[in-house]
């Protein structure tokens, strides 16, 4: 259709990279268990974003369809990954029950399944919205919802015991 625009800028992607880098790499390190592969990971899928750009329809937002770049890269390389830790959170003050609490709560979301984890990331250490996280992990916004709603039920259950 004429007067239709296509494609992704260069300019556009460059602030996306810019605003969100931080948060790629930190999704695509829970993705990867290793920090250093998920940003590794991030640069390859910019490349990739860089080369298809002309390929991006704008039928949703181009934020979306970097961070599905971002998390399908993230899920190709997890065989290349070395171990299956997710990255630790930098601590601020020693507190072995703190720590403890911490490390039964990793070891619970460890135990999700994939999707499950990924949209969980997506949520909250990447603080996307339904449709931006229905649009990288290509799903709809219900499942999304859904696939939250039953994270958040099976934590409830893989830490019941555990009082804080």
Same mark, same amino acid.
């Given at each position: 259709?004429?007067?239709? $625009?296509?494609?992704?800028?260069?300019?556009?992607?460059?602030?996306?990279?810019?605003?969100?880098?931080?948060?790629? +790499?930190?999704?695509?390190?829970?993705?990867?268990?290793?920090?250093?592969?998920?940003?590794? +990971?991030?640069?390859?899928?910019?490349?990739?974003?860089?080369?298809?750009?002309?390929?991006?329809?704008?039928?949703?937002?181009?934020?979306?369809?970097?961070?599905?770049? +971002?998390?399908?890269?993230?899920?190709?390389? $997890?065989?290349?990954?070395?171990?299956?830790?997710?990255?630790?959170?930098?601590?601020?003050?020693?507190?072995?029950?703190?720590?403890?609490?911490?490390?039964?709560?990793?070891?619970?979301?460890?135990?999700?399944?994939?999707?499950?984890?990924?949209?969980?990331?997506?949520?909250?250490?990447?603080?996307?919205?339904?449709?931006?996280?229905?649009?990288?992990?290509?799903?709809?916004?219900?499942?999304?919802?859904?696939?939250?709603?039953?994270?958040?039920?099976?934590?409830?259950?893989?830490?019941?015991?555990?009082?804080?």
């Amino acid at each position: 259709m004429a007067g239709t $625009r296509r494609g992704a800028s260069l300019d556009e992607l460059r602030a996306i990279y810019e605003e969100r880098l931080s948060d790629l +790499v930190r999704v695509a390190a829970a993705v990867v268990g290793d920090r250093q592969i998920a940003l590794d +990971v991030v640069h390859e899928a910019f490349v990739r974003a860089v080369r298809q750009r002309q390929t991006f329809q704008r039928t949703g937002s181009l934020e979306g369809w970097v961070w599905r770049i +971002v998390v399908n890269a993230a899920h190709d390389a $997890r065989p290349r990954a070395r171990g299956d830790d997710l990255p630790e959170e930098p601590k601020a003050v020693f507190d072995p029950e703190l720590d403890a609490r911490r490390e039964l709560v990793r070891e619970a979301v460890e135990r999700l399944p994939e999707r499950q984890r990924t949209v969980l990331f997506l949520r909250y250490y990447a603080d996307l919205d339904y449709r931006s996280i229905g649009e990288a992990a290509s799903i709809s916004e219900g499942t999304v919802a859904a696939t939250l709603h039953a994270a958040h039920q099976r934590l409830r259950e893989l830490l019941s015991g555990v009082r804080g």
